[in-house]
C-alpha cells in the first residue's frame, strides 16, 4: 500500500492507494476515513487499484483555514483531483463507490466530470429531499442545528440519532476500530454534525442529467436496512432514474462485512 499526500484549493489530501488493474475510488460518508475501507481494500485489491482517502476536514486531510459547511461542489472536484493523481483519463475511466454522504459526493463527481467515470454505487445516500416526507427532515435538521448550537455536539448526535431510527449495524461483523482511528473519528464527529449534516441534507442532485449522462448510475441499499431513511433515499434515487436499485449484505455500514460485501460490488461492476 501506498500513502500519498495532494495539495488541493483549501486542503491537503490524505490518500491511499492499494494493488492494481481499473482504477477503484472508494469514498466514505460521515465521521469515516480511509482506514473505514481498509478491509474493503484489501479484499479488491487482488484485481484492482483502490484509492481510500480521508475527505477534507476530517482526519489526516487537514484544511488550510477554519472549518466551515462543507461544499459539494468542492467535495466533487477533490474526488475528481485524485483520480488524476493516480492517473485516471477519459480514455480510462474509474468506477467509484460511495456510501452515505460519500454516494451523494459520487453522483455529484458523476454530473461534473462524466468522462473520468465509468459507474457510480451510490450505497445508501441520505438524499432526502427526495422523499415523499422531506417536510419531516427539513425540521428535523434544523433542530439538529439548534442543538448544536446550544448544547454542542453529543446533543445534536442525540437528536440526529433518534430521528434516523437506525439500528447501527449490528448485524455487520466488522473488526473493532484501533485506538488511533478510534479517536479520528470522535474527532470528526463535530466536523460531521456541524459542517457537514445540514448541507448534505439538502442536496437535490442532478437526475436529469444523471439520467441522461453517459456514467452508469447504480443505486444500492442494505439487505437488512428497509425503512430507515438513507434506505428510502437510495430506493427513492433509483425510481427517479429508472434504474434497478440493487440490495447489498447488511445495512448501512455493511462494508464492515468485507468479503460479501467485496463479492457483491465486483458483481455490480462487472455488469455491462
Known amino acids: 500500500m501506498k500513502i500519498e499526500q495532494l495539495k488541493v484549493p483549501g486542503a491537503t489530501l490524505h490518500y491511499e492507494v492499494r494493488g492494481s488493474g481499473p482504477v477503484l475510488l472508494l469514498i466514505c ?6 482506514e473505514g475501507f481498509e478491509a474493503l481494500a484489501d479484499e479488491l485489491a487482488g484485481e484492482r487499484t483502490v484509492v481510500t482517502y480521508d475527505r477534507r476536514g476530517n482526519s489526516r486531510s487537514p484544511l488550510d483555514g477554519p472549518p466551515s459547511e462543507i461544499i459539494l461542489e468542492e467535495q466533487a472536484d477533490d474526488a475528481y483531483r485524485l483520480l488524476g493523481a493516480v492517473g485516471v483519463t477519459e480514455d480510462e475511466p474509474a468506477d467509484v463507490f460511495g456510501n452515505s454522504s460519500g454516494a451523494v459526493i459520487a453522483l455529484e463527481l458523476a454530473a461534473r466530470y462524466p468522462g473520468m467515470v465509468r459507474t457510480v454505487v451510490a450505497h445508501e445516500p441520505p438524499l432526502f429531499e427526495l422523499l415523499p416526507d422531506f417536510d419531516r427532515f427539513r ?7 439548534a442543538a448544536y448550537r446550544e448544547h454542542g455536539t453529543e446533543a445534536a448526535m442525540g437528536v440526529f440519532g433518534a430521528a434516523m431510527a437506525m439500528h447501527g449495524d449490528d448485524d455487520t461483523p466488522s473488526a473493532p476500530p484501533t485506538a488511533e482511528s478510534g479517536a479520528r473519528m470522535q474527532r470528526n464527529m463535530e466536523y460531521f454534525i456541524a459542517y457537514e449534516v445540514p448541507p448534505i441534507a439538502a442536496v437535490v442532485p442532478d437526475l436529469e442529467g444523471l439520467r441522461s449522462g453517459t456514467v452508469r448510475i447504480v443505486p444500492a441499499v442494505g439487505a437488512t436496512s428497509a425503512g430507515e431513511p438513507p434506505n428510502r433515499a437510495g430506493r427513492e434515487l433509483g ?7 440493487v440490495e447489498f449484505p447488511h445495512g448501512h455500514g455493511g ?4 468479503g460479501p460485501f467485496a463479492a457483491k460490488l465486483r458483481q455490480v461492476l462487472a455488469a455491462p
Open 255 to 258: 462494508f464492515g462485512d468485507a
Open 29 to 34: 460518508g460521515g465521521i469515516y476515513d480511509a
Open 139 to 145: 425540521a428535523v435538521f434544523t433542530e439538529v442545528a
Open 239 to 245: 425510481a427517479r432514474l429508472d434504474a434497478e436499485v
